[in-house]
């Protein structure tokens, strides 16, 4: 780095340790701290390159970065993970893919265990500027109810989730959001589902026509976010994606350490 680049590294490093940024608090963007600190942008991003690689903060997102949150738990150290010794196929098709895994866990004698492997997801929940956020009621044949779901769908190979989240969003709804954050990748159902889970949380929407893909979009609408605890205690969000990206919202807005007990 040269001069110029290093003292921003320095100012930025500085910041971040006397604590002006909070834990989990976006950091300010990249047009931001161009302007602030007078650096170009490719010089710019060798400082925050070096700062995510420190640990200093996360990238989220295209050109998008946050401060880590606190964590105040140690990862356990010294247990062994599961042995797999080999597996096979029972089925499989474009949708689905049923296997028995051999598998041994510490101290234990190996047995056979039934792994479903499924697709790769990216599901993004919508905000605009009223707290409301872009869902979708529809029917569900395999519990046989109507409920509200985010917008989401199957990653495509080679494609990046991002690109899959604007897609499906665009398809689903007739809406564009203006902008995408990845907050979390997940497993819905990790004892025996492989199905890897991307949600995104999506800032201000233009319309840019009528939902393409007539089968997945169902009524749409823009709800309250003050409704979800309700819509929540009626069994009407439907899918592990919106209930993980819907809870994100809530507990963000309400900051670490706070409880509802009287």
């Known amino acids: 780095m040269g001069p110029k680049t290093t003292k921003v590294y320095e100012t930025l490093r500085a910041r971040l340790t006397a604590g002006e940024y909070a834990a989990g608090e976006k950091f300010p963007s990249e047009r931001t701290l ?4 007078g650096i170009g942008r490719t010089a710019l991003r060798q400082v925050l390159a070096r700062l995510v690689a420190e640990g200093a903060l996360e990238v989220r997102g295209r ?10 738990v140690e990862r356990p150290e010294g247990l062994e993970p599961w042995r797999i010794h080999g597996e096979r ?5 474009r949708w689905v893919k049923l296997q028995l895994w051999d598998v041994q866990p510490p101290g234990m004698e190996p047995f056979e265990h039934h792994v ?4 790769h997801v990216a599901v993004t929940a919508v905000l605009d500027d009223q707290d409301r956020v872009l869902m979708m009621w529809r029917y569900r044949f395999v519990p046989q109810q109507f409920g509200w779901e985010l917008p989401g769908g199957i990653v495509d190979e080679g494609e990046d989730p991002a690109d899959t989240a604007l897609r499906e969003v665009v398809e689903e709804t007739g809406w564009r959001p203006k902008s995408l954050e990845h907050v979390v990748t997940y497993q819905p159902m990790v004892g025996m589902v492989d199905s890897p889970h991307e949600i995104f949380v999506g800032h201000g929407a233009e319309k840019v026509g009528e939902p393409s893909d007539l089968e997945e979009a169902g009524h749409i609408e823009w709800v309250p976010l003050a409704d979800v605890p309700g819509l929540m205690a009626r069994g009407e969000l439907m899918g592990s994606g919106t209930l993980v990206a819907l809870l994100h919202i809530l507990a963000s807005r309400r900051g670490p350490g ?5």
């Open 34 to 37: 161009v302007e602030e600190l």
């Open 63 to 72: 050109s998008s970065y946050r401060v880590p949150g606190a964590v105040s």
């Open 89 to 93: 196929d029972l089925y499989d098709n």
């Open 116 to 119: 479903v492997r499924l697709h």
């Open 258 to 262: 706070v409880t509802t007990g009287r």
